[in-house]
């Protein structure tokens, strides 16, 4: 499963699903010709008892049978942390960054078997400057989801579905991004259908080995719109014609919701009300396999996260799996998507790789979840270096890149540098990850009116806050009356005195517990050493989704503070 809901009706696709045959690879070794294990995809190694803790290198191969001459488009929604990919032993695509989907395409593959090989690698290096030894664990493998289909010369890549209300009717503006991998140029056209409604797209060239956009605006009387308490979504379905002949060429089937989302006059607004994101921080980890939770595993998080009264999540910190934003789609779940940063120092930032890693990054996660009508923020760069006017300035080309692809989400940064940030001007939404009463015995309310006030004379003034992380660990089991650091009563005392606080503040408009599930750390970088048992004990559900007291303390203090009904 790709996705919760069929993609296509026209384009022919595979799910490459399965078991892959397996090897680890020694640094610089050749591609292998001895593949002795068979490894789950999706799925992360660490789930195999040969591979627990294994970081390196390894090859996956996949043997696939083309019943027709065929042009290939692959699509790989994750692998971590860097893919190459060969087909037939030839290289056809690089990746970097476990969180992003990629695609390719390959012309003209004969019919007969062909073999795909993926040489995936999660080691730590000077090459990789966003997976580096971290507060939550960089698995290895084809941890996501892999689809391959047939295509001809042109076809859909993408759509971009913009709603907006006019006249009280709701309207889109839609692009279709398509490409041409023929060596002819070609008039193309599109029909559109979503609802009940029948629409077309204009007519344009693209050239051979080119690329194009099909865009046109549209009325949509009688729709309903997208929130958390209705959460209605439409297939949004468009296909390819051949602008002369009007033979079909390919479809792309998309599910978008007719939602606005706004910050205005310190508020957050989705359709025009009010809203209080009351949320949890979610690694995707789990300690039956790794950042590779199946779709079961995905829904069972969002049972209790809902359960314990939440109407939010924040991906910390990377894109998420795209099922995992279907699911919030359906289940009407606000999300703060941010891209892949977690703590990289102005050291970490001069990396002549962060930059561009992290624009590829930001670029994937737009446009790849563009669609979803659960996104209401994007956010980047947590806890990086926004107290440096250099460090500034890397904020600042990203917060210019993302709002360049999407004018619609605000945009924020979870900032840990109270006092010091010198980038609160640039977000729309001012966001602090506070740790009072677990990092330091200050009181809440006191820490948060300090950093308030200073953030009011530093570029915050008339904004809305959120406070996008909070919380304590706590050792599943560990149960002590004195609420000793460590126990599920020391957590339970300071969540139940940080929501009573930040629940009770009129600018805060989110809250993002840190966090929901304890997750696995990296040994390197003395993570281990600060993390008993290498995990993030800050979850009110352990790794295997077993709540701690703390669980019972969120559901009450979420069911009882409802604000959404702010004028
Ligand atoms: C930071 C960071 C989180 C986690 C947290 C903690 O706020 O953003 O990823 O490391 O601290 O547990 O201390």
């Known amino acids: 499963m790709v996705r919760l809901f069929q993609t296509h009706k026209i384009r022919e696709t595979v799910e490459l699903d399965g078991l892959w045959e397996f090897t680890p690879l020694g640094d610089g070794e050749a591609m292998p010709t001895v593949y002795p294990y068979a490894m789950p995809v999706p799925g992360c190694w660490e789930t195999h008892p040969s591979f627990a803790a294994y970081r390196g290198r390894a090859a996956y191969r996949k043997v696939l049978q083309i019943d027709g001459r065929t042009s290939l488009r692959f699509e790989f929604k994750g692998v971590s942390h860097t893919a190459d990919v060969y087909f037939d032993g030839k290289l056809i695509c690089h990746h970097y960054n476990a969180y992003t989907p990629f695609s390719f395409f390959v012309t003209d593959a004969e019919a007969g078997e062909h073999a795909l090989t993926v040489v995936v690698d999660n080691a730590f290096s000077g090459e990789s400057a966003l997976h580096i030894g971290n507060d939550y664990y960089t698995y290895g493998g084809i941890i996501r989801p892999v689809a391959m289909e047939k295509v001809g010369g042109v076809y859909i890549e993408r759509l971009e579905f913009h709603p907006f209300l006019r006249d009280g009717i709701w309207n889109a503006d839609i692009k279709v991004f398509v490409r041409n991998i023929g060596d002819v140029n070609r008039a193309i056209r599109a029909e559109g259908k979503l609802h009940d409604k029948s629409f077309a797209f204009a007519p344009v060239q693209i050239c051979r080995e080119g690329v194009g956009t099909l865009s046109g605006s549209f009325a949509f009387d009688g729709v309903e719109p997208w929130n958390a308490d209705h959460p209605r979504l439409y297939g949004l379905e468009v296909r390819l014609l051949d602008d002369g002949d009007g033979a079909i060429l390919d479809d792309l089937i998309e599910r978008v919701g007719f939602r606005a989302v706004a910050v205005e006059d310190g508020e957050l607004r989705v359709n025009g009300a009010c809203v209080m994101l009351k949320g949890f921080n979610r690694h995707e980890d789990h300690g039956v396999c790794g950042c590779a939770l199946p779709f079961q595993l995905m829904v069972k998080d969002i049972e209790l996260m809902q359960a314990a009264g939440a109407n939010a999540v924040r991906t910390s910190h990377y894109p998420n799996d795209e099922r995992f934003l279907d699911l919030c789609d359906e289940r009407g779940i606000y999300v703060w998507e941010e891209n892949h940063a977690r703590g990289l120092t102005l050291e970490h930032m001069d990396n002549p790789n962060f930059e561009p890693q992290c624009e590829a990054c930001n670029q994937e996660m737009v446009q790849n979840h563009f669609n979803h009508p659960c996104i209401v923020i994007w956010g980047l760069l947590n806890e990086c270096a926004s107290d440096s006017q250099r460090g500034r300035e890397m904020f600042k080309r990203q917060y210019g890149q993302i709002r360049a692809m999407d004018a619609s989400r605000p945009v924020s940064h979870a900032s840990n540098k109270p006092y010091t940030d010198v980038c609160l001007d640039l977000p729309d939404i001012v966001s602090f990850n506070i740790y009072s009463g677990w990092y330091d015995r200050n009181d809440i309310a006191d820490e948060y ?50 929501l009573d606080v930040y629940l009770g503040r009129p600018e805060i408009k989110g809250v993002f517990i840190w966090q929901f599930c304890d997750c696995r750390v990296t040994e390197e970088n003395g993570w281990a050493m600060a993390r008993p048992a290498s995990r993030n004990n800050k979850g009110i559900v352990d790794t295997y989704r077993r709540p701690k007291l703390a669980y019972g303390t969120v559901d009450e203090l979420y069911h009882s503070h409802n604000r959404e009904a702010l004028p």
């Open 449 to 498: 009116l300090n950093i308030r006030a200073w953030a009011e004379e530093n570029g915050a003034k008339g904004k809305p806050y959120i406070v996008s992380e909070f919380g304590a660990g706590a050792i599943y089991g560990f149960r002590d009356p004195a609420k000793t650091r460590w126990s599920e009563e020391n957590q339970v005392d300071i969540l139940g005195k940080s």
